[in-house]
């Protein structure tokens, strides 16, 4: 794996220009991933929470796809299901 592995969290700073800037973080390093700035601060976050999902969706979708048992089961769902809602930022 060539990324930096999750979870990735975000995490916001203080108001710059009228909006909060959302910084995108692997939880075991100290390290940015990327920081959301560019829009009001409902897109930052939003824009975030979809960047901070995206190793627990593609953790998802190598299950799905490396085990066809899976397609039939409900472990992969339950962490589709968990994925989806974090990048909706509703976890």
């Given at each position: ?14 108001e ?58 409900v ?17």
């Open positions: 794996m060539s990324h930096t592995p999750g979870p990735w969290l975000t995490t916001e700073s203080t710059h220009w009228g909006r909060v800037n959302v910084t995108i973080q692997a939880a075991f390093t100290v390290n940015d991933i990327a920081t959301a700035w560019q829009g009001n601060t409902e897109t930052n976050r939003a824009n975030a929470q979809l960047i901070a999902a995206a190793p627990d969706l593609l953790e998802a979708l190598i299950e799905v796809f490396e085990d066809n048992e899976l397609v039939n089961s472990s992969w769902i339950d962490k589709a299901s968990t994925a989806i809602a974090k990048a909706r930022g509703q976890e």
